[in-house]
């Protein structure tokens, strides 16, 4: 019997999203929640993209040092050989790589005009498998894009052919969400039985079932022999209607009826920095937490109803399928009514030893502090707003990879 991975995407999908974006210090502060939460990989970003490359890099430094473990940082690329050697020549230490490719007809008439046909997309992906173990790759998976919409039969096709070149797993792309438990479950499961290879989900929310496919799909691939990865986002934010919401994923899994018997985390999953994890996300992106969302939500477990209220106050399992104390929830926070000293991009060094000195940093001299107080100028320079705790500490406490995740090098002007 398989088990259930979870590999979340915030830092790739997520920061797709229009009008939506994260600074690099964000996104390396979700894969630390990420990794605290137990979240067996994080695809932290795009190899082949210069601007992501220092970042990259320092998070990958950071699981040299044991700082980002055991979680796993894999790069997303298109399927093609020269993305490839791309991703070696700018993120050299790079070991985990998905390879994306479109294989429904419809992109590939829509997207390639009638320049390319389904041997090609096979000759592109099988190329490009080849091309990152030849580069050192140790896991590559591929991702059949529009996977909903492909022909099962070549889906198969396509699977097999991945595998026979080293493939490690196989990504099942909902793409637009056209998908149901139905359907999803039956072609998962197919692939599974058939191909033989763990199968990751991708699902879209476009038809809000994302969460639902993402766990009947895992349904379906573990019932036919393999392990299950399922691709998430916190706050499920993502391109248009958004992805598998994180949390809503685990607590489907975790307290939907009877499930959990049969279709088991393959690792320990924390539910308890649910909440730590949405918040930071939701200030990150500047997106507020829906009111009704799973969990997290302001009204998650608020009740007005008299009944309602009368039976909760009883006993909660009333009306609540879970505590809110598992999730994280039930801490009181405080919030300053008077005077405030606040970090900024124009912070002087007297305040920022006040700000630091409150949350029991100190430094051995001024010099200490005024070099992590520019790495913070900068850091608020990016970010576009007030750092939090947990961002301050990461950088005392990580300088040298605080002023990698700052730095942008443009390409040099060329003749």
């Known amino acids: 019997m398989g088990s259930v991975y979870l590999i979340d995407v915030t830092n790739r999908d997520g920061v797709q999203t229009a009008r939506l974006g994260l600074s690099k210090l964000a996104k390396t502060m979700l894969n630390l ?23 990259l890099r320092a998070n990958l430094k950071l699981q040299e040092m044991g700082v980002l473990k055991p979680i796993r940082l894999s790069g997303w690329i298109r399927a093609t050989v020269e993305d490839v050697e791309q991703s070696f020549k700018l993120v050299p230490e790079i070991k985990m790589l998905n390879l994306s490719i479109s294989t429904s007809n419809q992109m590939i008439n829509g997207k390639f005009q009638g320049r390319k046909g389904e041997q090609d997309i096979l000759n592109m992906a099988t190329e490009s498998i080849d091309a990152a173990k030849a580069n050192g790759a140790e896991i590559v998976g591929i991702n059949a894009e529009d996977a909903s919409r492909t022909e099962i039969e070549y889906l198969l096709r396509f699977a097999f052919a991945a595998k026979e070149h080293g493939a490690d797993r196989f990504r099942y792309c909902d793409t637009l969400g056209y998908d149901n438990p139905f359907t999803i479950y039956e072609s998962c499961k197919r692939l599974a039985e058939e191909v033989g290879m763990p199968i990751e989900l991708h699902c879209h929310d476009d038809l809000g079932l ?3 496919n993402s766990v009947a799909g895992a349904m379906g691939v573990i019932d036919g022999g393999q392990d299950a990865y399922i691709n998430t986002t916190v706050n499920g934010i993502g391109e248009r209607a958004g992805n598998a919401d994180l949390v809503a994923v685990i607590l489907a899994l975790k307290k939907s009826k009877g499930l959990a018997k049969k279709y088991k985390f393959g690792q320990p999953i924390h539910l308890s920095k649910a909440w730590k994890i949405c918040k930071y996300a939701s200030y990150a992106f500047n997106v507020p937490i829906p009111i009704n969302q799973p969990g997290v939500g302001a009204n998650a477990f608020a009740h007005a109803s008299g009944i309602h209220a009368d039976g909760v106050l009883k006993d909660p399992q009333n009306y609540e399928l879970y505590d809110f104390k598992e999730l994280g929830r039930g801490e009181p926070e405080m919030v ?3 005077r405030e000293i606040s970090s900024g ?7 920022f030893r006040h700000i630091m000195g409150k949350m029991e940093i100190n430094f051995e001299n001024r010099g200490d502090a005024e070099d992590i107080l ?3 100028r900068y850091a608020n320079v990016l970010a576009q707003k007030p750092l939090v705790t947990a961002e301050l500490r990461f950088i005392a406490q990580y300088p040298e990879i605080a002023r990698e995740l700052l730095t942008m090098t443009p390409l040099a002007k060329t003749d």
């Open 374 to 376: 520019e790495l913070v």
């Open 345 to 351: 991009q124009y912070s002087g060094i007297s305040g």
């Open 210 to 212: 994302a969460v639902a």
């Open 33 to 55: 929640y990420l990794n605290e939460m137990g979240v067996y990989q994080s695809e932290f970003g795009f190899p082949t993209t210069r601007h992501e490359s220092h970042y």
């Open 336 to 338: 300053e009514t008077g």
